[in-house]
């Protein structure tokens, strides 16, 4: 079993940065595939970055290539995911996600993952 607990979401302006973190208690996150997904009102979840389960790759949606950056620190057990130049449209709940075994062509399915944090929100005010 693998807990997860997001934090760092709030409110910013456009153009502005916010960094949300992803903390695994009780476990290591090593040799999962982590995720980010997002969650807006009335939305199906949209991918948003992840690491492969070696941790030596990552992916990220279109929406977010080039703006996000998705990093992780081994030794807290923590995954992060840097957000510049915010958009009003990149407001959401933002949710962590692991799975073990997830291969590289499911790390954009939310199916593939069978842990996940309860979220945090980001809001990118206009």
């Known amino acids: 079993q693998v807990q997860l607990v997001e934090s760092g979401g709030g409110l910013v302006q456009t153009g502005g940065s916010l960094r949300v973190s992803c903390a695994a208690s009780?476990?290591?996150?090593?040799?999962?595939?982590v995720a980010w997904f997002r969650q807006a009102p009335g939305k199906e979840h949209e991918f948003v970055a992840a690491?492969?389960?070696?941790?030596?790759?990552?992916y990220y949606g279109d929406s977010v290539k080039g703006r996000f950056t998705i990093s992780r620190d081994n030794g807290k057990n923590t995954v992060y995911l840097q957000m510049n130049s915010l958009k009003p449209e990149d407001s959401a709940v933002y949710y962590c996600?692991?799975?073990?075994?997830?291969?590289?062509?499911?790390?954009?399915?939310?199916?593939?993952?069978?842990?996940w944090g309860p979220g945090t929100q980001v809001t990118v005010s206009s």
């Open positions: 009780d476990r290591t996150l090593s040799g999962y595939a």
């Open positions: 690491f492969s389960r070696t941790g030596g790759y990552t």
């Open positions: 996600a692991a799975g073990s075994g997830v291969i590289t062509s499911s790390l954009r399915n939310r199916g593939a993952y069978g842990f």
